[in-house]
């Protein structure tokens, strides 16, 4: 039988919203870091996303629970 820990760690990553063409459509994600805590993985971003410009594509750092 496979078991869960119980804390909740959270992979961080990159992705654009927008294609070439102007179209709408969410990108593949590139890994930043992975089984960070809440605190530290909306550091990342934050810190991620305030030195690097969205650009036309809108590439933001995001974070989701693993």
Do not use: D, I
Not at 55 to 65: H, I, L, N, T, V
Request: hydrophobic share 25%.
């Amino acid at each position: 039988m496979m078991r869960q820990g119980t804390a909740e760690t959270y992979h961080v990553f990159t992705r654009t919203w927008w294609t070439c063409q102007g179209k709408p459509q969410p990108g593949r994600k590139t890994t930043l870091a992975w089984r960070c805590t809440y605190a530290e993985a909306r550091a990342l971003c934050q810190e991620w996303n305030a030195e690097h410009r969205p650009g036309p594509q809108s590439r933001k750092a995001e974070f989701e629970r693993e």
